[in-house]
């Protein structure tokens, strides 16, 4: 057991805080022969001088700064442990498992993130980056509190939440758009795609377009969309992602005579949203809320 407890150690610090024993009796609404018999004990039992008297006034020794400064970590952190327990106590998670498909725009994902940290710094999140079937996948096991899919997922009640558009696109100096003219699936069939893997363990599915003879298959969003700029590939991209590269003209939208431009409706899922806890909800409504406020150009 430590010799000196933790109110000792919250009674040293109110006296530097406060200039003194007096005001910090008052601010901490203790006697000031309680505080001087705590700071004293405290010196007693660890054999070392922490204050020292300055005219009527009290100053830590360079003992005490380096003690107390260690201190004040374990105060905050008995603080927020209370705080942790307490906010369990009312039926707060320790943690929310979010299951999010690699399409769903990165700021808004940031955005969300930072809200909830803020509201809820001491619940811990795990984020999985999941592609097509990978995150209606978790849901079913049970492994996911929330997800956000393209995909509906059966025996679920989704909301909407964003559309996301996906564009053909290659570097602007792949040998489709050298013909420099409208495109069609014959021309596409003769270049390499990039696509990527569905995330699912036990049912993954093939999505989009993938006729071309030569493809290249990876398992993240961003990987793809490297090798676009790369110019080792075509793709069907989130104009999210790419907003940049359009801009500049580093990646150009192939000029095809149909599909040229998809839309991808996602969706909010709980896996059970009446037992879901606070964090869980505020975790969506952060998502929301980021969504709104990110993605205007979305619908």
């Given at each position: 057991?430590?010799?000196v407890?933790?109110?000792?150690w919250q009674?040293l ?50 003992a ?9 970590q374990?105060i ?6 209370e ?26 994902l ?17 984020l999985h ?24 997922a ?8 964003v559309?996301?558009?996906f ?14 003219r409208?495109?069609?699936?014959r ?9 990527v893997?569905?995330s699912?363990?036990r ?6 377009w993938l ?10 969003l961003?990987t ?10 075509f793709?069907?991209?989130?104009e ?8 500049s ?19 909010m ?20 809320g980021a969504?709104a ?6 619908e």
């Amino acid at each position: 057991m430590s010799r000196v407890t933790l109110a000792q150690w919250q009674m040293l610090a109110a006296v530097v805080d406060h200039g003194g024993f007096a005001r910090a009796a008052e601010a901490i609404h203790k006697s000031p022969s309680t505080l001087n018999h705590a700071v004293h004990k405290l010196e007693e039992q660890l054999g070392v001088r922490v204050l020292a008297p300055v005219g009527r006034q009290v100053r830590l020794t360079e003992a005490g700064e380096m003690l107390l400064r260690r201190a004040r970590q374990l105060i905050e952190s008995a603080e927020a442990l209370e705080d942790v327990a307490g906010r369990l106590a009312e039926g707060l998670e320790a943690e929310v498992v979010l299951s999010i498909d690699q399409i769903f725009p990165t700021n808004a994902l940031a955005v969300a993130l930072s809200r909830f940290s803020a509201a809820y710094p001491y619940v811990r999140v795990q984020l999985h980056e999941t592609v097509l079937n990978g995150g209606i996948e978790m849901l079913y096991d049970g492994r996911a509190d929330l997800a956000i899919s393209g995909l509906a997922a059966q025996g679920f009640l989704g909301e909407p939440l964003v559309t996301i558009r996906f564009i053909a696109v290659a570097h602007r100096d792949h040998e489709l758009h050298g013909l420099e003219r409208e495109l069609d699936l014959r021309d596409l069939q003769r270049h390499r795609q990039m696509v990527v893997r569905d995330s699912a363990l036990r049912q993954s599915m093939d999505a989009g377009w993938l006729k071309a003879e030569q493809r290249w298959t990876v398992s993240h969003l961003e990987t793809s969309i490297d090798m676009v700029r790369r110019c080792l590939g075509f793709a069907w991209l989130p104009e999210t992602r790419i907003h940049d590269d359009l801009a500049s003209g580093v990646l150009r939208p192939l000029p095809l005579a149909a599909g040229g431009i998809r839309k991808v409706p996602m969706q909010m899922i709980f896996r059970d949203r009446d037992r879901a806890g606070p964090a869980t909800h505020a975790m969506a409504r952060a998502l929301h809320g980021a969504v709104a406020s990110t993605c205007s150009n979305q619908e």
